[in-house]
């Protein structure tokens, strides 16, 4: 139960609640330890450290191959957790500005007269660094296409989130996470690409921990 006042929420125990605080007191137990009331456990919160945006590189208005870029990372020490799991998450903004014109006809692998495409394939990767060895635990693609028939260009610029969260079962010591993102394929022409404004966090718990 609870009630507000001036906009302001308060917690109201039950009677029955009291009494039980009560009894575990007497007994000389913690309420909190009983399995339906579980003590909460310590949880470690680490940010992300010098967060920078990818802005790719176009060359007349095709995306240059093989980019890579770290986004952020976080370093996490759980050496003092038992049995520790951690939490990844991970958020940015995807930024695209192109457009495309229908193929030419002669080009034996153009598309049917009229039909354009335009594609962005992102690979976004959690690297996992322990002890010097680095591994990564986690993948996601992004794949954004966009197609049009007719005679009309095909014109898009648009921003959308990214997010992502990840668990991660890890031994006890100090660990670094980095969000890296690379590109794949890419459809169009290009004025931009980027991906801005990443953050990434992580928290930490003990799944043993009392």
């Known amino acids: ?3 507000t006042n001036n906009g302001i929420y308060y917690c ?3 009677k029955d609640r009291e009494k039980e605080r ?3 007191k007497e007994k000389g137990e913690n309420f909190c330890s009983a399995p339906k009331h579980p003590a909460p456990k310590k949880i470690l919160l680490e940010c992300g450290n010098h967060p920078e945006d990818a802005i790719f590189e176009i060359d007349g208005g095709r995306v240059e191959e093989h980019q890579f870029f770290v ?3 976080v370093l996490v020490d759980t050496t003092c957790l038992f049995r520790p799991i951690v939490k990844i998450e991970f958020s940015s903004i995807i930024y695209l500005d192109a ?3 229908k193929h030419c006809g002669d080009n034996i692998d153009a598309r049917p007269f ?3 495409e335009l594609e962005a394939d992102l690979l976004f990767e959690l690297i996992r660094i322990c002890d010097g060895q680095k591994e990564c635990v986690q993948s996601w693609r992004y794949l954004k296409r966009f197609e049009i028939e007719g005679d009309d260009r095909l014109e898009v610029e648009f921003s959308e989130p990214f997010t ?3 668990c991660d079962k890890v031994c006890p010591g100090c660990c670094e996470y980095k969000m890296v993102v690379s590109g794949r394929e890419f459809e169009g022409d290009f004025d931009s690409l980027r991906v801005v404004k990443p953050d990434l966090s992580a928290l930490a718990q003990g799944l043993c921990d009392d």
């Open 99 to 101: 457009e495309t014109e």
């Open 12 to 14: 109201d125990e039950s």
């Open 22 to 24: 009560v009894k575990y």
């Open 164 to 166: 992502v969260t990840f």
């Open 1 to 3: 139960m609870g009630y």
């Open 71 to 73: 986004l952020d990372s």
């Open 114 to 116: 009229g039909q354009k």
